[in-house]
């Protein structure tokens, strides 16, 4: 089973502000096959990125996400205040499939 | 418009049995994967398992395997996650969710609302 790390736990950031979120993976995913997905409070999940790298339908282009092999990246190049969420990436290359445990961005 | 609405919030006591809905529509149910996720009180997402609705092919995650059943009905497009004999632990909200491609394992672009499932004596 693959084993993905996310790092920070959480993140504070101020509205217009970079985020960086890292997911590090125990073993290399196959094709690239890692999407992030947002949650907010009360909400299902929202899918952000598929493919490592491939934006999803409406989502807007302040959302890119980066990587290969075992270290992938979502970056969140202006924070606006519907941003502030938890954001979790899975892995769908091997199964069973994973899900990491989540990167918190809130208001700092 | 593609849906995939659920069943709604249950309350059971322990040992009781359950079995919660994901009814698809707007699009050929049959050629989707079709996933449960579990999220705990406060915690992160967990694939459990998933469906393949056209024969029935379904894979679990080896933390689930043995403690729920999936299985779909393609003539009413629902696919279900059951439990012989629920413990507290398995108190948490359940997602369905589909995966972007027809016939692929793939991210999961479609989501239900979620069914909260409250176990307590």
């Known amino acids: 089973e693959i084993v993905l790390t996310q790092s920070p736990g959480t993140l504070s950031l101020s509205p217009g502000e970079r985020a960086t979120l890292s997911c590090r993976a125990s073993q290399s995913v196959r094709n690239s096959y890692l999407a992030w997905y947002q949650q907010k409070p009360g909400q299902a999940p929202r899918l952000l990125i598929y493919g490592a790298s491939s934006r999803a339908t409406g989502i807007p282009d302040r959302f890119s996400g980066s990587g290969s092999g075992t270290d992938f990246t979502l970056t969140i190049s202006r924070l606006e205040s519907e941003d502030f969420a938890v954001y979790y990436c899975?892995?769908?290359?091997?199964?069973?499939?994973?899900f990491g445990q989540g990167t918190k961005v809130e208001i700092k | 418009e593609v849906q995939l609405v659920q069943s709604g919030a249950e309350v059971r006591k322990p040992g009781e049995s359950l079995k919660i809905s994901c009814k698809a529509s707007?699009?050929?149910?049959?050629?989707?994967?079709i996933a449960w996720v579990r999220q705990m009180p406060g915690k992160g997402l967990e694939w459990m398992g998933i469906i393949y609705p056209g024969d029935s092919d379904t894979r679990y995650s080896p933390s689930f395997q043995g403690q729920v059943t999936i299985s779909a009905d393609k003539s009413i497009s629902t696919a279900y996650l059951q439990w012989s004999s629920l413990q507290a632990s398995d108190t948490a909200i359940f997602y369905c969710?589909?995966?972007?491609?027809?016939?692929?394992?793939?991210?999961?672009?479609?989501w239900g609302q979620g069914t909260m499932v409250t176990v307590s004596s």
């Open positions: 969710a589909r995966p972007l491609v027809s016939g692929s394992f793939d991210a999961f672009d479609m």
């Open positions: 899975q892995q769908y290359g091997s199964s069973p499939w994973t």
């Open positions: 707007g699009y050929t149910f049959s050629n989707y994967w």
